[in-house]
């Protein structure tokens, strides 16, 4: 009973926290300068033309009148008209979507990958030159933003050594008719190699870009909490039985170690999806943040209301699942 209060007072929070945002987002973007049925028109449009379509985008009504409309519309799933690409936002925001998840997902696992393996070179080699020059690697990669270390990778591996894509999402000469957007996914469950090798091909330089800085994030947390960990007394009980010292970190050390980096991996995987909207630019990557780019751009409010909100929502989830997995593995939480 009592993690199911807590699951309902989370969702509760996550409405509130939504409809705060939706507010925020709401006002903001229409008190900026700059008319979006204007950017539409030609030169020559006449002051007809431009009240007919603000009437027709219900610009012509004030701002509290406009939020009801659009909230209400949001309930029953219906985001409104995108300006620019005259499309639903709700269907142009989903098709993007998958893109996105599929490069966050990657640069995760990416992240994960380096992080926790010089958190286990540095624990290993602790107070000793290997583990300065970790934690020195580790300062570096954090200090500089992912954007940066795209163009160094488009450097290095898209025109000094091209092996990888520099731009899109695959190859338009693949012959294959996805069924979903989860492009990578499919490809996978279709066994089908080459699609996934060309995918895999154009998301891995943005995805390594994105997990650089969190990589070093990772390693940090982990090391630290290992070291501590290393003093525990059951720790020193398993030398004692004279296991050797990789056993001891991985077996004993690191599953209590890992919970605050779990932590920190959820609430940076949120801020890893955000990361997305640059990086996606840089590589012409067909997601969401690329999009979000193009919407701000355009002035296309609809727009930029949808992809605002589903972040916010993502963000909000990710934070109540990492809560949740967080009281499952910590037993203390568990048996409270």
Request: no cysteine; proline share 4%; charged share 15%.
């Amino acid at each position: 009973m009592t993690l199911l209060r807590s699951i309902l007072m989370r969702l509760l929070s996550t409405a509130i926290t939504l409809f705060g945002v939706a507010v925020i987002v709401f006002v903001v973007i229409r008190v900026v300068p700059g008319n979006p049925i204007a950017m539409m028109l030609p030169p020559g449009a006449t002051e007809a033309d431009i009240a007919r379509l603000q009437a027709q985008y219900g610009f012509d009504k004030s701002i509290f009148e406009q939020f009801v409309i659009w909230l209400g519309g949001v309930l029953e799933g219906d985001f409104g008209t995108s300006i620019s690409l005259r499309q639903p936002v709700s269907s142009l925001v989903l098709n993007r979507l998958p893109a996105t998840l599929e490069l966050s997902i990657m640069a995760l696992l990416i992240a994960v990958a380096i992080g926790g393996t010089l958190a286990l070179m540095g624990t290993l080699r602790r107070d000793s030159r290997a583990e300065a020059a970790i934690d020195i690697s580790a300062g570096m990669a954090l200090s500089i933003p992912d954007f940066l270390w795209g163009l160094v990778l488009i450097l290095l591996f898209g025109v000094l050594w091209p092996v990888f894509h520099i731009s899109g999402r695959i190859s338009p000469a693949l012959d294959i008719d996805f069924t979903t957007n989860f492009y990578l996914f499919e490809a996978l469950l279709r066994l089908r190699f080459d699609v996934l090798g060309d995918l895999i091909g154009h998301m891995f330089m943005p995805a390594l870009a994105l997990a650089i800085p969190l990589s070093a994030i990772i390693a940090q947390l982990l090391k630290q909490s290992l070291k501590e960990t290393m003093h525990l007394d059951y720790v020193t009980l398993s030398r004692t039985h004279g296991y050797a010292e990789t056993h001891v970190i991985t077996r004993d050390a690191l599953p209590n170690a890992i919970l605050p980096t779990l932590t920190l991996v959820g609430v940076q995987f949120t801020f890893l999806i955000g990361g997305t909207v640059i990086i996606e630019r840089l590589f012409s990557y067909e997601g969401l943040g690329n999009m979000a780019i193009d919407a701000v751009i355009n002035r296309d409010l609809p727009l930029i209301q949808g992809i605002v909100i589903l972040f916010a929502l993502i963000f909000t989830l990710v934070n109540l699942a990492v809560d949740m997995l967080y009281v499952v593995l910590n037993p203390r939480l568990r048996h409270a």
